[in-house]
């Protein structure tokens, strides 16, 4: 249909409400003529009357009254769409939608939300916690504003803030023949099997290149999406696995790996060239700001023994 049809049925409804072209035009500030040629445009367009004249008036076709209430409703529908949008690009109230990976979410994302809470109070956040393939197509078609994940992706739809940097170690069972050495590098535990983060997860391809790198292919043993789970499975003998420092486990080692260096690199996406409304601006200034501090300060850290 015709890109004008919405103005045209805004004339159109303006005259069936009042039967009058001139009423009409001063109602809705158009000059009559013009008013006039857009309901004959509507009409061709449609290939329909839609008045007929009486006296000095108009009266609704049988077209007319079929359009009216339709018309009226889409125009309905827009209004309410326009005041919705309107709302969510609110500088004060607006709403942003945060993608974040589930690995951040007990203590990254809170930090950050909190201290930009303290300044944008009733900006509304609708949370995604989410893996990284999820997130970056959810940022893709508009979905997430932006998104905290790993890796960094390399796409010109994509823009890509790197923020700070997180030490991911290998993970044994106490009993492990490893458990009491201050540091490995990751060649060594080239035959045992692997607790591995599924596909579509950052560090599923992250750490398969870090086992590329040390020459071998780690041998599945499990696939899953959390890591306490993974570390719960590694503790309990069912394989090594490479995951974010976390606090000290009954029944659970983490080893620093001198070689590689398995530090992964944690950012904020969002779709380029875009036009943020003022609230996704802020936030996204926020975490460009103060991700670094605040990410740094969150994740887990320990001394390098080795």
């Known amino acids: 249909m015709h890109e004008s049809l919405a103005p045209a049925l805004h004339r159109f409804v303006a005259v069936a409400r009042t039967g009058h072209l001139t009423r009409a035009a001063e109602q809705i500030g158009v000059p009559q003529p013009t008013l006039s040629r857009a309901v004959a445009r509507l009409e061709d367009e449609l290939g329909v009357a839609l008045f007929h004249r009486v006296g000095r008036g108009l009266r609704l076709t049988a077209a007319g009254r079929t359009l009216l209430p339709r018309a009226e409703a889409a125009l309905a529908e827009l209004a309410t769409a326009a005041a919705e949008l309107a709302g ?3 500088p004060a109230t607006g ?3 945060f993608g974040f990976l ?3 979410g007990p203590e990254v994302v809170p930090r950050i939300l909190r201290g930009f809470r303290a300044a944008h109070p009733r900006v509304r956040i609708e949370l995604v916690q989410s893996r990284h393939a999820d997130l970056l197509d959810r940022v893709r078609d508009g979905a997430v504003d932006l998104a905290l994940t790993s890796p960094m992706p390399d796409e010109p739809g994509l823009a890509a803030t790197a923020l700070a940097e997180e030490e991911l170690r290998l993970v044994v069972p106490a009993g492990h023949r490893l458990a009491t050495r201050s540091g490995v590098d990751l060649a060594e535990v080239a035959d045992e099997p692997f607790l591995l983060f599924a596909r579509g997860y950052g560090l599923h391809g992250t750490v398969e290149a ?6 071998f292919r780690p ?7 959390e890591t306490a789970t993974l570390r719960g499975l590694a503790g309990a003998g069912l394989g090594v696995a490479l995951l974010p420092l976390g606090p000290d486990a009954p029944g659970v080692v983490q080893l620093p790996v001198r070689s590689p260096r398995t530090v992964r690199t944690l950012g904020m996406v969002h779709a380029a060239g875009d036009r943020p409304t003022p609230p996704v601006r802020d936030l996204r ?4 700001e103060h991700g670094p501090r605040l ?3 969150g994740l887990p850290s320990a001394p390098w023994n080795a």
């Open 95 to 97: 709403r942003v939608a």
């Open 88 to 90: 969510d690009a609110d």
């Open 285 to 288: 200034a926020f975490v460009a």
């Open 219 to 225: 041998h599945r043993a499990f696939e899953g999406g």
């Open 295 to 297: 990410l740094a300060h």
């Open 210 to 215: 870090w086992c590329a790198q040390a020459g």
């Open 102 to 104: 589930g690995t951040l």
